[in-house]
């Protein structure tokens, strides 16, 4: 089974910055769709952004568009998220996704992975 990491969490003031990083292991076969989403205790559950493994195309929210940046090194089997101008609002448990062979954003089963969470708290 895929394993998913996250780290690189913490606290942060309004307006600063955080990377945070997923580390995938154990068996893959050809391209993944993997990504972010988060969750704040009380609320749905909601995707951050995207990436292609193979291609890098991406995709995000409209609430953190231009804000955040999804990137990976494949070599490293890692996907990076970093966050700039953080809001109170992107205070939340954040989850690295991955989806076999498609977007986590679109696959309508769901990812077929996900990381343990990583909390971000950004004070106002």
């Known amino acids: 089974q895929v394993q998913l990491v996250e780290s690189g969490g913490g606290l942060v003031q309004a307006g600063g910055s955080l990377r945070l990083s997923c580390a995938a292991s154990?068996?893959?076969?050809?391209?993944?769709?993997m990504g972010w989403f988060r969750q704040t205790p009380g609320k749905e559950r909601e995707f951050v952004a995207a990436i292609s493994w193979i291609g890098g195309s991406t995709d995000y929210a409209d609430s953190v568009k231009g804000r955040f940046t999804i990137s990976r090194d494949n070599a490293k089997n890692t996907v990076y998220l970093q966050m700039n101008s953080l809001k109170a609002e992107d205070t939340a448990v954040y989850y690295c996704a991955a989806a076999l062979y498609s977007s986590i954003r679109t696959r309508s089963a769901g990812p077929d992975y996900w990381g343990q969470g990583t909390q971000v708290t950004v004070s106002s």
């Open positions: 154990g068996r893959t076969f050809g391209n993944y769709g």
